[in-house]
């Protein structure tokens, strides 16, 4: 089983950056991917980032240049850094753990871009 805790999501004004974090617990191989995917209110879930064992990226076109994501194998987390963000940009970010097959989710975090 695996476990996916995220944090660092706010409140942030149109133009700021913020870092969201996902710790991963349980049994991880290298071969896994994680990713963040975003939820806004009457819409489905979407892809923002991914990243492989082997830090292999892609990125949603909507956030290319703006987002950035990393992996740290040794720790199990995948950090999220986000810049120069947009009111289209507020939802919910959840992270997500894909191995063999099987996707684990984390509880997600609230993002809002807001003046």
């Known amino acids: 089983q695996v476990h996916l805790v995220e944090s660092g999501g706010g409140l942030v004004q149109p133009g700021g950056s913020l870092r969201l974090s996902c710790a991963a617990s349980g049994t991880i191989f290298s071969s896994s991917r994680m990713g963040w995917y975003r939820q806004a209110p009457g819409k489905e879930r979407e892809l923002v980032a991914a990243i492989t064992g082997g830090r292999s990226t892609n990125y949603a076109d909507s956030v290319k240049g703006r987002f950035t994501i990393s992996r740290d194998n040794a720790r199990n987390t995948a950090n999220l850094q986000m810049d120069s963000l947009k009111p289209e940009d507020t939802a919910v970010y959840y992270c997500?753990?894909?191995?063999?097959?099987?996707?684990?989710w984390g509880r997600g975090t609230q993002v809002t871009v807001s003046s």
């Open positions: 997500n753990l894909a191995q063999f097959g099987v996707n684990y």
